[in-house]
């Protein structure tokens, strides 16, 4: 069973900077796309960004475009989201998940395994 577990979420004013950890265990962490997404309160689970299980393909939400970069580390089975730039409206618990196959999704129901999530919020 596949497991993922985020870290690096916290406190941040506006304009600063985290890097988001999603390890994973359990499979075979090098031939799944994966990818981030978001959840508030006020809205509906949110894409975020995905990367191919080779990392030749990224792709990004609108709202996050130029500032957050997807990386992978196979080797460490590791997917980093590095978050530069951020606003109040960046607020949420970012999730990662993992697909079966290894592609690039940006909808939620292509991924089987989910991570709990961790809370990022970003003051004015």
């Known amino acids: 069973q596949v497991q993922l577990v985020e870290s690096g979420g916290g406190s941040v004013q506006a304009g600063g900077s985290l890097r988001l950890s999603c390890a994973a265990s359990g499979g075979i962490f090098s031939s799944g796309g994966m990818g981030w997404f978001r959840q508030s309160p006020s809205k509906e689970r949110e894409f975020v960004a995905c990367?191919?299980?080779?990392?030749?393909?990224?792709y990004y939400g609108d709202s996050v475009k130029g500032r957050f970069t997807i990386s992978r580390d196979n080797a460490k089975s590791t997917v980093y989201l590095q978050m530069n730039s951020l606003k109040p409206e960046d607020t949420a618990v970012y999730l990662c998940?993992?697909?079966?196959?290894?592609?690039?999704?940006?909808?939620?129901?292509?991924?089987?395994?989910w991570g709990q999530g961790t809370q990022v919020t970003v003051s004015s």
């Open positions: 998940a993992q697909a079966p196959r290894g592609n690039c999704y940006s909808t939620s129901s292509q991924y089987a395994y």
């Open positions: 990367i191919s299980r080779s990392s030749a393909i990224t």
